[in-house]
């Protein structure tokens, strides 16, 4: 079955260093959506992307698609205690209904 | 505009004795996900409804868990009877048509502690 997998599990940063988390899945992707899940929170839709290559931002995160639609990763710049939490890709496969869910990236931002 | 609404928050039960959860997805939603959660893990689909039709419950263990969406609107999953591995965060989730590449808005869960 498809399976998305994130590195790193966790990561621990101090405010204002920059933060990446990265997506790998073993079919070519349809798209790709991400998620947050703030502590002890549920997961919150942030973006979805769906052409190779493409390149999303939002304020000071960084999303990309990767060309062979296979892999994905998330940026933040200049951290914030705001952005703790996990974050989710998550990715259908063709016509699939069925969305998987990656194994997530827990960020601790150090104030 | 009111979210995807779950009961109850916690739930704590014995091995073997069964348990249920409700949910009622935002209104006009046409398709409702249910999604368990283990401590550490992203969220796996149990299943998936289209209205009230069963869309996909391929990774649903149905000698134990069994869901219904009578009428297309809440749902509720069963488990019958629990084991100690079943203890995790239940979401319930829905989008509004269930076309591929919908955002899902989920609700605040159900975290189940099985003893």
């Known amino acids: 079955g498809q399976q998305v997998m994130q590195i790193p599990q966790y990561q621990h940063v101090q405010e204002g260093e920059d933060f990446t988390t990265y997506c790998n899945s073993s079919?070519?992707?349809?798209?790709i959506q991400w998620y947050k899940q703030r502590p002890g929170g549920h997961p919150v839709f942030l973006i979805q992307l769906v052409k190779s290559g493409e390149v999303k931002k939002q304020k000071r995160l960084t999303f990309q698609f990767g060309e062979a639609k296979k892999n994905s990763s998330l940026h933040i710049t200049a951290t914030q205690t705001t952005d703790v939490g996990t974050y989710f890709c998550?990715?259908?496969?063709?016509?699939?209904?069925?969305?998987?869910f990656g194994s997530g990236t827990q960020l601790t931002v150090l104030p | 505009e009111a979210g995807v609404a779950q009961s109850p928050r916690y739930k704590i039960i014995e091995k073997r004795q069964s348990v249920a959860f409700w949910c009622n997805p935002i209104?006009?939603?046409?398709?409702l996900y249910w999604y368990q959660q283990i401590l550490g893990q992203g969220p796996k689909l149990l299943i998936q409804f289209q209205n009230n039709g069963v869309v996909d419950d391929s990774q649903l263990p149905k000698d134990r868990f069994s869901a219904e969406r009578l009428k297309g609107v809440d749902s509720t999953l069963k488990i019958q009877p629990a084991k100690l591995e079943d203890s995790a965060v239940y979401l319930c989730a829905s989008s509004l048509t269930g076309q591929g590449g919908e955002k899902l808005f989920f609700g605040s869960g159900t975290q189940l502690s099985v003893l």
């Open positions: 079919t070519t992707l349809s798209n």
């Open positions: 209104s006009g939603h046409a398709t």
């Open positions: 998550a990715g259908r496969r063709g016509s699939a209904r069925q969305l998987t």
